[in-house]
């Protein structure tokens, strides 16, 4: 095996951890939000999707006592944290709580996962807003949470079959890559759609 596949190999194994265990502690954060607060559907509602305070507030409330973040900034649609191994996520509200039969804005929560915490920056426009269309199946990913499913890897809308992953994966949005690696066992299958031999991934600083 030749030295860039074995590089490429290990890069795209950096990924799938981080992915993995990303998905792992946002899951058990939100189990313990909801063990203390009731359903998602009971939380508070974000006040309108373009603020980025309530989002603060909301986090602190429901989300931080329980999920380790080294830095927490807020802008004026969401909110940006960053992970002791150097990747991050946003967290923005997509949808009013009235556009989903009040059922809480928790329905309506997307988090834009980062393997590196540079990509969620970079993803920033010049009005201070978290940019919603930074998925590249690469190094930017979604999840979401709703009261069905708690945590996990975005698929609305999905019909169970793998090919309408690898379909929506393939499109300009991109927003299935993660739930397509999730639905392989947390694996990149040989057929993934996006050419992954450009990501970039540094190890964490260590002190």
Same mark, same amino acid.
Request: net charge neutral; proline share 3%.
């Given at each position: 095996?030749?030295?860039?596949?074995?590089?490429?190999?290990? &890069?795209?194994?950096?990924?799938?951890?981080?992915? =993995?265990?990303?998905?792992?502690?946002?899951?058990?954060? *939100? &189990?313990?939000?909801? /063990?203390?607060?009731?359903?998602?559907?009971?939380? #508070?509602?974000?006040? *309108?999707?373009?603020?980025?305070?309530?989002?603060?507030?909301?986090?602190? &409330?429901?989300? /931080?006592?329980?999920? =380790? *973040? %080294?830095?927490?900034?807020?802008?004026?649609?969401? !909110?940006?944290?960053?992970?002791?191994?150097? $990747?991050?996520?946003? !967290?923005?509200? %997509?949808?009013?709580?009235?556009?989903?039969?009040?059922?809480?804005?928790? *329905?309506?929560?997307?988090?834009?996962? +980062?393997?590196?915490?540079? &990509?969620?920056?970079?993803?920033?426009?010049?009005?201070?807003? !978290?940019? $919603?269309?930074?998925?590249?199946?690469?190094?930017?990913?979604?999840?979401?949470?709703?009261?069905?499913?708690?945590?996990? /890897?975005? /698929?609305?809308?999905? #019909?169970?079959?793998?090919?309408?992953?690898?379909?929506? +994966?393939?499109?300009?949005?991109? #927003?299935?890559?993660?739930?397509?690696?999730?639905?392989?066992?947390? =694996?990149?299958?040989?057929?993934?759609? !996006?050419?992954?031999?450009?990501?970039?991934?540094?190890?964490?600083?260590?002190?």
């Amino acid at each position: 095996m030749t030295m860039p596949i074995l590089i490429s190999n290990h &890069k795209k194994q950096v990924v799938v951890s981080r992915l =993995q265990k990303f998905h792992s502690s946002f899951n058990q954060a *939100v &189990k313990f939000g909801v /063990a203390e607060n009731g359903d998602v559907n009971l939380w #508070d509602n974000v006040d *309108v999707a373009s603020n980025g305070e309530s989002m603060e507030r909301w986090w602190k &409330k429901y989300m /931080a006592p329980y999920m =380790q *973040v %080294t830095s927490t900034k807020v802008y004026n649609n969401g !909110i940006l944290n960053s992970l002791s191994d150097g $990747s991050g996520f946003g !967290i923005i509200a %997509t949808c009013s709580p009235e556009a989903v039969g009040n059922k809480g804005a928790s *329905v309506c929560i997307h988090v834009y996962y +980062c393997t590196e915490f540079d &990509k969620c920056k970079k993803n920033l426009d010049g009005s201070n807003v !978290i940019n $919603s269309n930074m998925l590249d199946g690469k190094n930017t990913f979604l999840f979401n949470i709703d009261s069905s499913n708690g945590f996990s /890897a975005y /698929a609305a809308g999905w #019909d169970g079959t793998r090919e309408m992953l690898l379909e929506k +994966c393939s499109a300009s949005n991109r #927003d299935y890559c993660a739930r397509l690696i999730q639905n392989e066992g947390w =694996q990149i299958p040989k057929d993934y759609p !996006i050419k992954l031999s450009l990501i970039h991934i540094s190890e964490p600083t260590r002190r």
